[in-house]
């Protein structure tokens, strides 16, 4: 018996924090978490990488200047391993916002230093409406709806049992459409780099997906098989 979907209003937001300077760490926290997100704090890109792997955020508020491993490189490290992760960069100036655009590192926002909070919360929070246009965080997809925070899936209201696996998997492509991913990829993302699998596995994994799901995979409704390459999640207009 899996636990019930909680009230859509309980799941709240996850915030990572990525700052050295504590005390404008904790003024963005205490901005945030006024806004009624879970708000998670690291000191340095390496201390949130770590974190990152137990936890994974919905939206990462990262420092462009960090001792170690600064801004660019994290924000290189998570569009690569977390794309599904948003992420709002922190400038202290504006050359360092055109740097950051030059690159195309993407962020999906900047905020110039000193900032004000107000301003902070709501880029957060236009950020997170146009990944989740669903609200709360309930991802939805015609009648297919995926709750992130309690792993559950409900299609047409009705739940569809998932193993964790086949949940990373369903979500990893649902917060993904329109994108294409080989079999090596998803095994990288899904199962993890230490993971010396067959990329048949992955091809397992989308036919118990698609059985649960009823997606007819010679006309998918959700997921595309992309020939010679892998899959996609189908993008909606
Ligand atoms: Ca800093």
């Given at each position: 018996?899996?636990?019930?979907?909680?009230?859509?209003?309980?799941?709240?937001?996850?915030?990572?924090?990525?700052e050295?300077?504590?005390?404008?760490?904790?003024?963005?926290?205490?901005?945030?978490?006024?806004?009624?997100?879970?708000?998670?704090?690291?000191?340095?890109?390496?201390?949130?990488?770590?974190?990152?792997?137990?936890?994974?955020?919905?939206?990462?508020?990262?420092?462009?200047?960090?001792?170690?491993?600064?801004?660019?490189?994290?924000?290189?490290?998570?569009?690569?391993?977390?794309p599904?992760?948003?992420?709002?960069?922190?400038?202290?100036?504006?050359?360092?916002?055109?740097?950051?655009?030059?690159?195309?590192?993407?962020?999906?926002?900047?905020?110039v230093?000193?900032?004000n909070?107000?301003?902070?919360?709501?880029?957060?929070?236009?950020?997170?409406?146009?990944?989740?246009?669903?609200?709360?965080?309930?991802?939805?997809?015609?009648?297919?709806?995926?709750?992130?925070?309690?792993?559950?899936?409900?299609?047409?209201?009705?739940?569809?049992?998932?193993?964790?696996?086949?949940?990373?998997?369903?979500?990893?492509?649902?917060?993904?459409?329109?994108?294409?991913?080989?079999?090596?990829?998803?095994?990288?993302?899904?199962w993890?780099?230490?993971?010396?699998?067959?990329?048949?596995?992955?091809?397992?994994?989308?036919?118990?997906?698609?059985?649960?799901?009823?997606?007819?995979?010679?006309?998918?409704?959700?997921?595309?098989?992309?020939?010679?390459l892998?899959?996609?999640?189908?993008?909606?207009?």
């Amino acid at each position: 018996m899996s636990d019930p979907i909680p009230d859509k209003k309980e799941i709240k937001a996850k915030i990572l924090v990525v700052e050295d300077e504590e005390p404008i760490r904790s003024f963005v926290r205490i901005n945030l978490e006024r806004s009624d997100f879970l708000v998670l704090e690291a000191a340095s890109g390496e201390e949130a990488l770590k974190l990152i792997k137990t936890t994974v955020p919905h939206l990462v508020v990262l420092d462009l200047k960090l001792p170690g491993m600064d801004g660019l490189q994290v924000c290189r490290v998570l569009r690569e391993e977390y794309p599904q992760v948003a992420i709002v960069m922190l400038t202290a100036r504006t050359q360092d916002m055109d740097k950051i655009k030059g690159l195309e590192m993407g962020a999906d926002d900047y905020v110039v230093k000193p900032f004000n909070p107000l301003e902070l919360v709501a880029r957060v929070k236009a950020v997170l409406r146009r990944l989740y246009p669903a609200k709360n965080f309930v991802l939805s997809c015609d009648d297919l709806e995926i709750f992130p925070a309690a792993r559950q899936v409900k299609k047409a209201g009705k739940q569809i049992e998932l193993t964790s696996r086949e949940f990373e998997l369903l979500y990893f492509l649902a917060r993904n459409p329109g994108r294409a991913f080989s079999r090596d990829e998803l095994l990288n993302h899904i199962w993890g780099k230490d993971y010396f699998g067959e990329p048949k596995a992955v091809d397992i994994y989308i036919h118990r997906l698609r059985s649960k799901l009823g997606d007819d995979p010679t006309a998918p409704s959700f997921i595309e098989t992309i020939w010679g390459l892998g899959y996609r999640w189908r993008e909606r207009e």
